[in-house]
């Protein structure tokens, strides 16, 4: 029986799970997205809105505690100071699990996990780099057409 065991082990010893989980939270709230295995990811969840909701703090305590849980300063102080008050109307909710599918080498389930607004953060990436890419193929053609003439 199960009863009482709240968490997944995901196939690791105490201290292997524990770094495991701080280097996947220090980097979903570095990159706002992460695309890891659907255990993982929903391991991940809870931890990372823990941190956000201490970030929504804004305490020294509340920052000594993310410090002691996060592995770089620069993401707790993107956290305290960007992220945490783009949440600050909600409670609770700040990120969503998709599902991809299966992987190719061994059919482990894989999932996206996102915070809520950093979809948009990604589109206007990719929008600018194609604009930019647009305006230097443009460029290139005017220069080749002068050369030409």
């Given at each position: 029986m199960r009863h009482r065991n709240a968490h997944r082990k995901l196939s690791r010893n105490t201290s292997h799970r524990?770094?495991?989980?701080?280097?996947?939270?220090?980097?979903?709230?570095?990159?706002?997205r992460l695309m890891t295995t659907l255990p993982k990811?929903?391991?991940?969840?809870?931890?990372a809105e823990k941190?956000?909701?201490?970030?929504?703090?804004?305490?020294l305590h509340a920052r000594r505690q993310v410090q002691a849980y996060l592995l770089r300063e620069a993401i707790?102080?993107?956290?305290?100071?960007?992220?945490?008050p783009r949440f600050a109307d909600r409670n609770g909710g700040y990120?969503?699990?998709?599902?991809?599918g299966n992987r190719r080498g061994d059919g482990a389930d894989l999932a996206i996990i996102e915070l809520l607004g950093?979809?948009?953060?990604?589109?206007?990436?990719?929008?600018?780099?194609k604009a930019k890419e647009k305006e230097a193929k443009t460029e290139e053609k005017?220069?080749?057409?002068?050369?030409?003439?």
């Open positions: 524990r770094a495991l989980l701080r280097n996947l939270v220090t980097d979903f709230l570095d990159h706002g990811a929903k391991e991940v969840r809870p931890l941190m956000i909701t201490l970030g929504k703090r804004d305490s707790v102080q993107k956290l305290f100071d960007t992220i945490a990120s969503r699990i998709i599902k991809l950093s979809e948009l953060e990604v589109k206007k990436a990719e929008r600018a780099e005017k220069k080749k057409e002068e050369e030409e003439e």
